[in-house]
T-cell receptor
């Protein structure tokens, strides 16, 4: 089974802190994604990556950056956390090439910024 | 840009009954794919069912089936013989030439 893991289930940070959210997948997937999930807004795509060292902006990239130095790992970085970044963050991965291929999701990180 | 609309923020169903969750989408693409994902409370999101737009036959996975109306741009999910384990957030998603676009979700409660 595909496994997507995220470094923390719950995280509490202070405004202005630099925050790293880590995601690791074990199935050699090329594609990796970061979403944020907010009640009433669904999932919104922050960034995605099709390969190592490649990144593409999603719908809401402002205030975030990403890093993909290894194929299995995709990091989301909040350079200076703000209270409006309090949210659930979901990582996902998928194979490239087959558009019917499902995305596999991690368990999510619930981030609270105080 | 493509959009996905789930007009029912919350639904409830009696155990063993049937429920239909609605989803509509807006696109100018002719080739695309549609998905329903399930997110149980405090658990990972998983794929429920998927449909290729060029296939007229509605997809079915055990108790889950879809009613795909391409002209109406509608992709509803029918859950038959509802079980307590079906209680979850359900997200409809669209994929064309861009990454998945999700609807805002429908929270389904199952009443024993």
């Amino acid at each position: 089974d595909v496994k997507v893991t995220q470094s923390s289930r719950y995280l509490v940070k202070r405004t202005g802190e630099k925050v790293f959210l880590e995601c690791v997948q074990d199935m050699d997937h090329e594609n990796m994604f970061w979403y944020r999930q907010d009640p009433g807004l669904g999932l919104r795509l922050i960034y995605f990556s099709y390969d190592v060292k490649m990144k593409e902006k999603g719908d809401i990239p402002e205030g975030y950056s990403v890093s993909r130095e290894k194929k299995e790992r995709f990091s989301l970085i909040l350079e200076s956390a703000s209270t409006n970044q309090t949210s659930m963050y979901l990582c996902a991965s998928s194979l490239v090439g087959n558009p019917m291929e499902t995305q596999y999701f991690g368990p999510g990180t619930r981030l609270l910024v105080l | 840009a493509q959009t996905v609309t789930q007009s029912q923020p919350e639904m409830s169903v009696q155990e063993a009954e049937t429920v239909t969750l609605s989803c509509t989408y807006d696109t100018s693409e002719s080739d695309y794919y549609l998905f329903w994902y399930k997110q149980p409370p405090s658990r990972q999101m998983i794929l429920v069912i998927r449909q290729e737009a060029y296939k007229q036959q509605n997809a079915t996975e055990n108790r889950f089936s879809v009613n795909f109306q391409k002209a109406a741009k509608s992709f509803s999910l029918k859950i038959s013989d509802s079980q307590l384990g079906d209680a979850a957030m359900y997200f409809c998603a669209y994929r064309g030439n861009t990454p998945l676009v999700f609807g805002k979700g429908t929270r389904l409660s199952v009443i024993a």
